[in-house]
């Protein structure tokens, strides 16, 4: 799992969302989600 400060930095196009504390304890650590709302960008690569 990459740290939602790490994450922001790299993915602009999406909206990151962060994870409930005890949802980064089970990860053991921060996570965040993203948020693809958009599939027709992936389908183009």
Do not use: P, R
């Amino acid at each position: 799992m990459a740290k939602e400060d790490f994450v922001k930095t790299k993915i602009k196009n999406h909206q990151i969302k962060t994870l409930s504390e005890g949802v980064q304890d089970f990860y053991n650590g921060d996570c965040c989600e993203i948020i693809i709302e958009k599939i027709e960008i992936w389908m183009k690569l």
